[in-house]
């Protein structure tokens, strides 16, 4: 029976994506690929077909692209309904249909959540619409944003130097452009890869003439009297005038237009089984609805099952592609989503990548290369295995790292390699701040209950 | 003809850069930048480039024997189901 309804799906079956963006089209390009023949419909609030965000603060800032031209390419066609340029407003799981912002409703038998995060706009709302205030997560963002840094403006302020900010900063420092960076943490990604680390990305921002401030906060952002920004206001008493202003603090899940569906989704994103298929607000695992990319929270074998919510590109591929298979699967066909988190970054000229999970080491050695050199290989352990690598310039040795965390390789690292300093030999503190407190854009959110943590306590309701 | 590259494969050995320098560049020692929309002259070295790359990064339309682009879905096109 169960695969009769299978074979149905796939052969006449109605496949709804919200969310037409990187995950949504390698969803429905891998549905395609695994022989589904049924209706398939993209809904997207952007009003674009889908396109490559990480550009848009590297290539596009750096002037070697358009902000308008980089859709992505197809790997194959889809033959889909597009509907683009209406949100969905509501989900109904019972009658298993989606509503749309224009009324229109559209019914599915499995429906795929990739509505992925939005920036985090400055908060002080009268202060955010000030011409000049900008955020850097959509192509308009970045037309915007563009437009003004080839104006020529004496000076960009980027509040939250994670690695968006860092990477506008550099791009403007490419182009002579003076700017500030305030960051409230004591340096450039320390939330993403501690403070070791961060701290020679703040050499980097120095060396290049940014005006980098840390362990401030802005505090304000004041306008002229035609509504235009000025300066800005920070912590220490201080106030840096600047003409473009870029709130570069992180993001926030697109989830609120599930309000009220009864699916398990929140702030913190959509939780998920290891096999894509979203909890509904009980915590009983659904059929028919599956979530990938940004906005999703998966548990993770190699990280202990914490829930993991990712901002990587590469993440919103792969668990698109397993949320696509599984939804058309049988259950002994399914797949689990067990990708090692991966991540690059460009700026100031060095590549930036990193593997596995940074925020979760406790401690740091550096195995290949040195800090001073800027060209190096920093391995992150915890509870005595490796648990996630970063290298600057050094991209060659990630995949070797990359099977040590698979494998729980023990830390700390024994094995002598090339290019190894005497720095490297014994592991620091990676000094990341303190979890609770939020940092801006740490790309991978632990929020999972770990089992080695004894805080919950359940008292079982009297009857 | 629109291309990506998977950042996270890709091992900076510029090999593209060499076939197609009007498309990929290095900034940098190993950082690549590209221009994520190329020039339809592009497409013979673009070939090129998504061949000779040792880790297959390069995604680029029409070019893995997977078919075209199809037409612009911008706008709506739909009836619903
Ligand atoms: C400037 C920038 C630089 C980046 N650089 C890197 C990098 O160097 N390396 C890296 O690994 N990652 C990088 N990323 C992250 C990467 O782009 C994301 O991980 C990826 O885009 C996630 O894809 P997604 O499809 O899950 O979500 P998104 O790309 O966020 O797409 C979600 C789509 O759903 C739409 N949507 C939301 N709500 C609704 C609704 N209710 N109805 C309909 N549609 C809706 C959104 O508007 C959006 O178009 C960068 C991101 C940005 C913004
Ligand atoms: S050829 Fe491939 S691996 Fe080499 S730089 Fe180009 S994209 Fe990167």
Avoid at chain 1, 390 to 403: C, G, H, I, K, P
Avoid at chain 2, 51 to 76: N, W
């Amino acid at each position: 029976m169960a695969a009769d309804y299978l074979d149905r799906l796939r052969r006449e079956g109605r496949i709804v994506i919200v969310g037409a963006s990187l995950a949504g089209l390698r969803a429905a390009e891998t549905l395609r690929d695994e022989g589904f023949a049924g209706s398939l419909t993209l809904i997207g609030d952007e009003p674009y077909e889908p396109y490559d965000r990480p550009p848009l603060s590297k290539a596009v800032l750096l002037g070697k692209a358009d902000p308008r031209h980089t859709e992505l390419p197809r790997r194959r066609e889809i033959d889909a309904k597009w509907r683009l340029g209406v949100p969905a407003t509501a989900l109904d799981m019972t009658a298993k249909r989606v509503r749309l912002a224009d009324g229109d409703e559209v019914e599915y038998d499995r429906l795929l959540i990739a509505t992925g995060v939005r920036a985090r706009p400055w908060p002080k709302e009268p202060e955010a619409q000030l011409d000049g205030v900008f955020v850097l997560r959509t192509r308009d963002d970045a037309v915007g944003l563009h437009r003004r840094m080839k104006a020529g403006p004496r000076r960009v302020f980027v509040i939250g130097a994670g690695f968006t900010g860092s990477e506008i900063a550099s791009a403007c420092r490419d182009q002579g452009i003076p700017v500030t960076v305030a960051e409230r943490a004591g340096a450039p990604l320390a939330g993403a890869l501690g403070g070791v680390i961060g701290a020679v990305a703040a050499d980097m921002h120095r060396e290049n003439g940014v005006d980098l401030r840390t362990g401030v906060m802005v505090t304000a952002l004041e306008g002229d009297t035609v509504g235009r920004v000025r300066a800005v206001h920070l912590s220490d008493g201080s106030v840096v005038e600047a003409d473009v202003v870029v709130v570069s603090l992180g993001a926030t899940r697109n989830t609120e237009w599930l309000t009220g569906s009864g699916l398990g989704a929140g702030p913190r994103g959509i939780a998920c089984d290891a096999g894509c298929r979203a909890f509904d607000f009980r915590g009983i695992v659904t059929d028919d609805i599956f979530v990938a990319g940004d906005v999703a929270r998966s548990p993770h074998a190699l990280f202990g099952y914490q829930f993991l919510s990712l901002e990587h590109w590469g993440n919103a591929i792969a668990q698109a592609e397993t949320a696509a298979h599984n939804m058309i699967s049988p259950s002994s066909d399914r797949r689990p989503h067990l990708w090692v988190p991966a991540f690059w970054s460009s700026q100031f000229g060095v590549n930036i990548k990193s593997v596995g999970v940074p925020p979760m080491g406790e401690e740091l050695m550096i195995t290949q290369g040195s800090l001073a050199e800027r060209r190096f290989v920093g391995v992150y352990g915890y509870q005595g295995r490796i648990i996630a690598a970063v290298s600057f310039d050094n991209t060659r040795w990630l995949e070797f790292y990359e099977r040590m965390i698979e494998t729980g390789a023990p830390f700390p690292v024994e094995f002598p390699t090339v290019d190894r300093r005497p720095e490297g030999r014994t592991p620091v503190s990676a000094d990341f701040p303190d979890p609770s407190l939020p940092t801006h854009g740490p790309t991978v959110t632990l929020s999972g209950y770990s089992p080695a943590d004894r805080q919950l306590v359940f008292t079982p309701a009297r009857h | 003809m629109r291309l990506v590259v998977d950042l996270n494969k890709c091992q900076g050995y510029a090999q593209c850069a060499f076939l197609a320098p009007d498309v990929f560049a290095m900034h940098g020692e190993e950082s690549l930048v590209y221009n994520p929309r190329a020039e339809e002259e592009q497409r013979e070295r673009l070939a090129r480039a998504v061949a000779a790359c040792p880790v297959q990064a390069i995604t680029a339309d029409g070019l893995d024997g997977v078919g075209a682009a199809p037409s612009q879905p911008a706008g709506e096109s739909s009836d619903g189901s």
